[in-house]
Every structure is written in structure tokens, then in C-alpha cells.
């Protein structure tokens, strides 16, 4: 990494991640990155070790490390304890017109020579009459199971 960050901690966080570390239950995230903290504490309260000791000790890459110091120096303590939430959406595939056709595919006669759909036929035959451009058979599985518990409910 170009940039060399140093991490500084004061008295009450440093009591504050070994509170972490020996009690409660905590993520194994937040356990690694607690220890990452206390040993890459640069202050008054610290114990100098390098990265290589931490990163052979903790068995995490020198990158995890640097990663850690670098959320804790931009972003605070708080955040370099906690998880992102993921910043990736996804844009539905079916919506309720969709649906609708898959569920009329889905209780009218299966083809010839089969006793029942799968979950592959119905997903061919939605793109054979062009209702979706693609769509995967556990997309159609999940509307489905959606469907017969609103049903059954």
C-alpha cells in the first residue's frame, strides 16, 4: 500500500475492543478487526508489533491489516467494527403481469410425454412466448414458492 496509516487509540477504546475480545459474543469480523486495532495501536497504552507478527499471529494478509487502518483512520472507530451495508440492488425480473403468465403455465397441462412441469420447461416456455427475454429456473421456483404459501396461508 502507497499509504502508511497510524493508528492512534485512546484509553477508552482500547478498553472498549478488549471488552470485545473477552466477552460477549461478537462476528469473527469483528474479533479479527478488534485484534488488528489492538495490535497495530501506535499510542501511550500500546505494545509495539509489527504487521508481519500480526499478520502471522492472526493468520489475514498484510492487505487486511492495511485495510483495517485505513477504514479506522477515514471512517472512525465505530465503522471499522461494524460491516458495510452492501451498497448492490437488484432489479427484479418478474413483476406481477409475469407472474401471473407463469402461474396460468404453470397449473394449464403439461406438454405431451411429461406428467408435470419442471421448473426448466416453465422457464423455456415463458421465453418461448417472449413474456421475459431470460429468466433461471430458480427464479421461477422462488415466484412460485411465494405464490402457494400466500395460498396456503
Given at each position: 500500500?502507497?499509504?502508511?496509516?497510524?493508528?492512534?487509540?485512546?484509553?477508552?477504546?482500547?478498553?472498549?475492543?478488549i471488552g470485545i475480545i473477552k466477552k460477549g459474543k461478537h462476528k469473527s469480523q469483528i474479533y479479527r478487526n478488534a485484534y488488528i486495532l489492538i495490535n497495530t495501536d501506535e499510542?501511550?497504552?500500546s505494545d509495539k508489533v509489527?504487521?508481519?507478527?500480526?499478520?502471522?499471529?492472526?493468520?489475514?494478509g498484510m492487505r487486511?491489516?492495511?485495510?483495517v487502518k485505513k477504514r479506522f483512520i477515514k471512517e472512525g472507530f465505530?465503522?471499522?467494527?461494524?460491516?458495510r451495508p452492501t451498497a448492490r440492488t437488484y432489479?427484479?425480473?418478474?413483476?406481477?403481469?409475469v407472474e401471473a403468465h407463469l402461474i396460468s403455465i404453470a397449473c394449464s397441462e403439461p406438454p405431451t410425454g411429461f406428467v408435470k412441469w419442471s421448473l426448466r420447461m416453465?422457464?423455456?416456455?415463458?421465453?418461448?412466448?417472449?413474456?421475459?427475454e431470460s429468466v433461471s429456473h430458480e427464479t421461477v421456483r422462488g415466484v412460485l414458492k411465494?405464490?402457494?404459501?400466500?395460498v396456503e396461508s
Open positions: 500500500m502507497a499509504k502508511f496509516y497510524k493508528v492512534t487509540l485512546t484509553k477508552l477504546e482500547r478498553e472498549q475492543l499510542g501511550e497504552f509489527t504487521n508481519a507478527e500480526i499478520s502471522k499471529v492472526l493468520k489475514v487486511t491489516i492495511d485495510r465505530e465503522a471499522c467494527l461494524s460491516r432489479e427484479k425480473k418478474m413483476n406481477g403481469d416453465l422457464a423455456d416456455k415463458m421465453v418461448e412466448l417472449s413474456y421475459i411465494k405464490r402457494i404459501k400466500t
